[in-house]
């Protein structure tokens, strides 16, 4: 009489099943990510649209609002005169690439400070008007 030797792999496949089922279930509770507005593109880049406030850091430190150039020390009361009315509370900045970091933030805290509730990057590159 020959005794024959097999694997029971009844047991592992259930292993395997609920292994699959917990990734299955975990997965999508994994994917995080931040929900953003982009602005709506036109083909005219030169003008601004109606109501959109764009506040542009250039190189040389100017700033401009809607190609407005304000100073550093007015924007906080350019901008609170600007938004006391306004019911959309939303301003995009974009600024020069080779400026330090910390500007952008001190103008973006500027405008959190003066009640905008939503800011907004242009990540371009863009040519400064020399005029």
Do not use: H, W
């Amino acid at each position: 009489m020959s005794v024959k030797a097999e694997p029971n792999v009844v047991p592992l496949c259930d292993v395997l099943l609920v292994l699959l089922i917990i990734f299955i279930v975990l997965t999508p509770s994994l994917q995080k990510g931040i929900d953003v507005k982009l602005p709506e593109t036109t083909q005219d880049t030169s003008s601004t649209p109606k109501g959109l406030i764009v506040l542009t850091l250039q190189k040389d430190g100017t700033i401009l609002i809607n190609k407005d150039a304000v100073q550093l020390n007015m924007l906080r009361a350019e901008l609170r005169r600007i938004y006391e009315s306004r019911q959309n509370k939303t301003i995009f900045i974009r600024a020069n690439a080779t400026l330090p970091y910390s500007k952008v933030v001190e103008v973006i805290d500027i405008a959190k400070g003066v009640g905008v509730e939503e800011t907004g990057i242009i990540p371009e590159y863009f040519e400064e008007d020399t005029n």
